[in-house]
């Protein structure tokens, strides 16, 4: 059961949804300006991180409209511009990631061919999972691509760098990745706390604590970037 409200005539479905993909949307594009005017290194992985943080921030104010608070007068098919931007935040970060171990040298990374091949793969990978969100709009895609891009290559990555150079900036990535699986496993196991809170609900609130960890990440590799 779901809480709906009327507002000037306008029936929302979800507003507790709305609120929360509002904040992720305000807390991404915040963060994203921050890391951005904080970025004194013209590091090319920051950069990615930063498109990261935004696309994030926008597919989430997209969900919270379309897909939830006022999706009874949307269809399906509006929902799906939204969640090819989550795809486009997770793409970017997986870019930054190997951008990141290129230029900290990471063996099986540090070869610009190599960086191609792996960037080649990474846009390919986001077009079978545009195509697949048209032929099954559905936001499981959008899971299945995170869970792979942004948890296990982006995890592998930076654990691979952490182990590698001890950049804490790494760490904390890792810390944001851990948050945000827990964003993943809050809607895999249906968990809410009814009629307040739904799945949706916890995932976000989890979710906006996984940005600002990742933000934090960022801003320390850059440090360690400009110090070296």
């Given at each position: 059961?779901?809480?709906?409200?009327?507002f000037?005539?306008?029936?929302?479905?979800?507003?507790m949804?709305?609120?929360?993909?509002?904040?992720i949307?305000?807390?991404?594009?915040?963060?994203?300006?921050?890391?951005?005017?904080?970025?004194?290194?013209?590091?090319?992985?920051?950069?990615?991180?930063?498109?990261?943080?935004?696309?994030?921030?926008?597919?989430?104010?997209?969900?919270?409209?379309?897909?939830?608070?006022?999706?009874?007068?949307?269809?399906?098919?509006?929902?799906?511009?939204?969640?090819?931007l989550a795809?486009?935040?997770?793409?970017?970060?997986?870019?930054?990631?190997?951008?990141?171990?290129y230029?900290?040298?990471?063996?099986?990374?540090?070869?610009?061919?190599?960086?191609?091949?792996?960037?080649?793969?990474?846009?390919?990978?986001?077009?079978?999972?545009?195509?697949?969100?048209?032929?099954?709009?559905s936001?499981?895609v959008?899971?299945?691509y995170?869970?792979?891009?942004?948890s296990?290559i982006?995890?592998?990555?930076?654990l691979?760098?952490y182990?590698?150079?001890?950049?804490?900036?790494?760490?904390?990535?890792?810390?944001?990745?851990?948050?945000?699986m827990?964003?993943?496993?809050?809607?895999?196991?249906?968990?809410?706390?009814?009629?307040?809170?739904?799945?949706?609900?916890l995932?976000?609130?989890?979710?906006?604590?996984s940005?600002?960890?990742?933000?934090?990440?960022?801003?320390?590799?850059?440090?360690?970037?400009?110090?070296?």
């Amino acid at each position: 059961m779901y809480l709906l409200i009327q507002f000037a005539g306008w029936n929302i479905s979800e507003p507790m949804t709305l609120l929360t993909n509002t904040l992720i949307c305000a807390t991404g594009i915040y963060h994203s300006n921050k890391v951005y005017n904080g970025h004194r290194g013209h590091i090319d992985y920051i950069y990615n991180f930063c498109f990261f943080l935004f696309f994030t921030a926008i597919s989430a104010i997209w969900g919270g409209i379309f897909s939830h608070g006022f999706k009874e007068y949307f269809s399906i098919a509006y929902s799906i511009p939204g969640w090819i931007l989550a795809l486009l935040g997770s793409f970017f970060a997986v870019r930054g990631a190997l951008q990141h171990a290129y230029h900290q040298g990471l063996r099986g990374f540090d070869n610009s061919n190599t960086l191609k091949v792996y960037h080649i793969i990474n846009i390919l990978f986001l077009a079978i999972a545009i195509v697949s969100i048209n032929i099954y709009p559905s936001f499981t895609v959008v899971a299945i691509y995170t869970a792979v891009t942004l948890s296990l290559i982006c995890g592998y990555i930076e654990l691979s760098i952490y182990k590698s150079t001890g950049d804490i900036g790494s760490k904390w990535y890792l810390l944001g990745i851990g948050s945000g699986m827990l964003t993943l496993l809050l809607f895999v196991f249906k968990i809410h706390v009814e009629p307040y809170l739904n799945t949706n609900d916890l995932s976000h609130i989890w979710m906006i604590v996984s940005l600002i960890i990742f933000s934090r990440s960022f801003i320390l590799m850059e440090a360690k970037a400009v110090e070296s």
